[in-house]
């Protein structure tokens, strides 16, 4: 059940978001985009994004493999945005998510502490960009 006056947002969100990192990229900035991606038709827009841009596209994949660990962290967390409900454990589990066909890099939160995710995500990044 969603707050009074919250509204789903769904693709529209992902085409406003394609279109602020497309002219961010245009105007020479980098852009770092956090988001599920659960499907590849939103993951193909990212890399049409990156192509109009010409410019790289690095995707990184994190996943929590401890599912208590996990479900402890959903349910700490705390809406960050007005009206905004997360989603519940049921909901999560019950999410569809499309395996990557794409090249990224996987990470696992449950067994590597942020400063070795940063390393990775450091040493990735620089195998991509040279």
């Keep these: 059940m969603k707050g009074a006056g919250a509204v789903e947002i ?16 245009q ?14 038709e939103s993951r193909r827009a990212w ?19 401890d599912p208590a660990e996990h479900r402890r962290r959903l349910e700490g967390r705390l809406p960050d945005i007005p009206d905004h409900r997360l989603p519940t454990w049921d909901e999560v589990l019950a999410h ?10 996987n990470l696992d939160t449950a067994t590597h502490s942020p400063g070795e995710l940063i390393d ?5 990044i620089s195998t991509k960009v040279g």
């Design 10 to 25: 769904g693709s529209a969100g992902y085409a406003v978001a394609n279109a602020l990192a497309l002219a961010n990229l």
């Design 27 to 40: 105007l020479g900035h980098c852009v770092v985009v956090d988001c599920v991606n659960p499907v590849g």
């Design 47 to 65: 890399r049409n994004v990156a192509d109009q841009a010409s410019t790289h596209l690095i995707d990184i994949h994190l996943i929590c493999s």
């Design 96 to 105: 569809a998510f499309e395996p990557l066909s794409e090249e990224h890099l």
């Design 120 to 124: 990775c995500c450091e040493v990735y």
